[in-house]
C-alpha cells in the first residue's frame, strides 16, 4: 500500500480528526488502513442484463455455462439468486486479497427460501468465460413475460402487466456497476485494538490508547457508505478475531461488503448486511456470512 496515496486521501478530507499530526499517524499507524472502492450503479432491464451477461453488476441475471451451472442451495435445494457479479480484472489489485486471482468472475449467491443458508460464492475462471451461457430458466420466464407484455395492445393491460422482476423474493433487480469510486482509506472502525493486535503482533500498551482513540474517531470519519470492496468488515455484532480461518487462524478479508437495501434491493434479517470474505492465504475459505442487529 502507499503511504503517499493515503496521506493524499487523508489530507483531502474536510472533517477528519488529527490533520496536524497525519505524518506521524501514517508513520506509526499505517498499516492499520486498508484500501477500499466502492461502485457506482445504474438501472439495467432484464433485456440488457442478459445480452450483456458478463457486465458487473449487483443483482440481475448470472453468467452460467455447462460447467458452471446455476447455483442451487446446498441446504435446501432452492434456486439461489445472484447478489453481485464483478469481473475481477476490473478491481484495482491493491484492493484485492492476496488469494483472490485478479481475473475470473466472483458471483455471490443468496437462498431465499428462509432455510438457514448464508450463500455461496464462486470464482468462474477467466479463461472458461468464453462457454456459451445457458440462461437460467427462471430468468427466461421472465422473459418470455415481458416480451409479451411488449406484445400487448391493450394499454390498460399494458399498464398493469407485472415488471420484469416479479418474483417475491428473487431475483433481484438489476443495478449495473458502471464505475468505480477513486480509492479509499479506511480503518477496521469498532475493532481497532483486535486489529492492532492482529497486524503488529503486540498487546495495546497504555501508552499508545489515546492514539487508538484518535484513530477510532478517524475511523467514524472515514467508513465508506453503502457497498464497497476491499477495506476492513464493519461487523455488527462479530468481532473482527472471531472471524478466523479455519486452516491458519489468519483473520479472513474483506472481499464485498453488501449493505441491505444498497446495490441489491434485499433487508439481511434487521437492516443487516452481508460479507464475502477469504483467508488472505487459502482461497478454499472464500464464503459469503451475515451479521445483522
Known sequence: MSFINLHSFLSKQKSIPGKDDLERIIHEYGKLFAP????????????????????????????????????????????SYLLCQI????????????????????????????????????????????HPHVIPSYALD????????KGAKDDEAESEAPPSY??????????????WSDTQYMLPYNNIEDAFTYVYGKEVEESIRGDLDLLQEMADAIVPSGDYFGGWSVYIQSTLTECECSTCKSVVMNVVQIESECGVEYGFCD??????????????ELEITWDCD
Open 36 to 79: 477500499c472502492i466502492t461502485p457506482k450503479f445504474s438501472e439495467c432491464s432484464l433485456a440488457e442484463d442478459v445480452k450483456d451477461i458478463l457486465h458487473n453488476k449487483f443483482g440481475g441475471i448470472p453468467y452460467c455455462s455447462e460447467a458452471y451451472p446455476h447455483v442451487m442451495c446446498s441446504e435446501c435445494g432452492e434456486t
Open 87 to 130: 469481473d475481477l480484472s476490473t478491481v484495482p489489485p491493491d484492493i484485492l486479497p492476496p488469494s483472490i486471482p485478479t481475473r475470473g468472475l466472483l458471483q455471490a449467491f443468496l437462498c431465499c427460501a428462509d432455510c438457514g443458508d448464508m450463500g455461496t460464492v464462486r470464482i468462474i475462471p477467466q479463461d472458461t468465460l468464453t
Open 142 to 149: 421472465l422473459l418470455e413475460k415481458e416480451s409479451e407484455k
Open 271 to 284: 437492516c443487516g448486511r452481508a460479507y464475502v470474505t477469504v483467508c488472505p492465504n487459502h482461497l478454499s
Open 166 to 179: 416479479e418474483l417475491q423474493k428473487g431475483p433481484f433487480k438489476c443495478n449495473r456497476v458502471t464505475s
